[in-house]
């Protein structure tokens, strides 16, 4: 398997790497060791999202990959850059929870279908944002605690939310709808900011490259 490293093949596999998401795994901690984090990934010219790395390479021998292609960048830069994205976009979520919420418990629900479904990508964003922060600077997120939660557990939890949210949507339920948006989701909404606050402090804590 040929690995290409930010357009150069920099890097050479040593051993006898178990499968391909070991392989991945190597490749990382070569990084790692230069300030480096990995941003996307492709096996054989097919784009692996982070969120499916174990499906999708976990099982697969190195001799059933090609070319594996990854791109990185500098952490202190990845984490600055997101942590401000984040800032700048989370005063918005719980304002926009509550507001379609209105529009859910109001006189033409179905005005929020589309709204939702933009709310719900754009969360989503937000989530996988903060996942990448958390594995640049190597947080662990089931160990760290905000209100007696573990972040990973405020994850867990969202992500049953929005999955409820998306059957309501399927079934046109729009008083279920509105009322996680407001007692469910806003409220989670609210949070975001502070585990946001506590990426931003770990980020600071990181030893410098």
Same mark, same amino acid.
């Given at each position: 398997?040929?690995?290409?490293?930010?357009?150069?093949?920099?890097?050479?596999?040593?051993?006898?790497?178990?499968?391909?998401?070991?392989?991945?795994?190597?490749?990382?901690?070569?990084?790692?060791?230069?300030?480096?984090?990995?941003?996307?990934?492709?096996?054989?010219?097919?784009?692996?999202?982070?969120?499916?790395?174990?499906?999708?390479?976990?099982?697969?021998?190195?001799?059933?990959?090609?070319?594996?292609?990854? =791109?990185?960048?500098?952490?202190?830069?990845?984490?600055?850059?997101?942590?401000? =994205?984040?800032?700048?976009?989370?005063?918005?979520?719980?304002?926009?929870?509550?507001? *379609?919420?209105?529009?859910?418990?109001? &006189?033409?629900?179905?005005?929020?279908?589309?709204?939702?479904?933009?709310?719900? &990508?754009?969360?989503?964003?937000?989530?996988?944002?903060?996942?990448?922060?958390?594995?640049?600077?190597?947080?662990?997120?089931?160990?760290?605690?905000?209100?007696?939660?573990?972040?990973?557990?405020?994850?867990? =939890?969202?992500?049953?939310?929005?999955?409820?949210?998306?059957?309501?949507?399927?079934?046109?339920?729009?008083?279920?709808?509105?009322?996680?948006?407001?007692?469910?989701?806003?409220?989670?909404?609210?949070?975001?900011?502070?585990?946001?606050?506590? *990426?931003?402090?770990?980020?600071?804590?990181?030893?410098?490259?």
């Amino acid at each position: 398997m040929k690995v290409i490293v930010d357009g150069n093949q920099n890097f050479a596999l040593e051993g006898s790497p178990a499968n391909v998401l070991a392989a991945v795994a190597a490749a990382n901690k070569f990084l790692r060791d230069r300030g480096r984090a990995i941003m996307s990934l492709k096996a054989d010219g097919k784009d692996i999202p982070y969120s499916e790395l174990n499906e999708e390479l976990g099982e697969r021998a190195v001799e059933d990959v090609d070319v594996l292609e990854i =791109e990185s960048a500098d952490i202190g830069q990845l984490v600055d850059e997101a942590l401000r =994205e984040l800032e700048k976009a989370l005063p918005d979520l719980p304002v926009a929870c509550r507001s *379609l919420a209105a529009v859910f418990q109001g &006189e033409s629900p179905q005005d929020g279908f589309e709204p939702f479904q933009s709310l719900a &990508e754009i969360w989503r964003h937000v989530k996988t944002r903060e996942l990448h922060v958390a594995s640049a600077i190597n947080l662990n997120l089931g160990a760290c605690e905000l209100q007696s939660k573990t972040i990973e557990n405020h994850h867990e =939890e969202l992500n049953r939310f929005l999955e409820e949210a998306a059957q309501a949507m399927e079934s046109r339920d729009t008083v279920l709808l509105g009322d996680l948006l407001e007692y469910e989701l806003a409220p989670r909404a609210d949070l975001e900011s502070e585990i946001v606050a506590l *990426l931003k402090q770990h980020a600071g804590e990181r030893p410098a490259s």
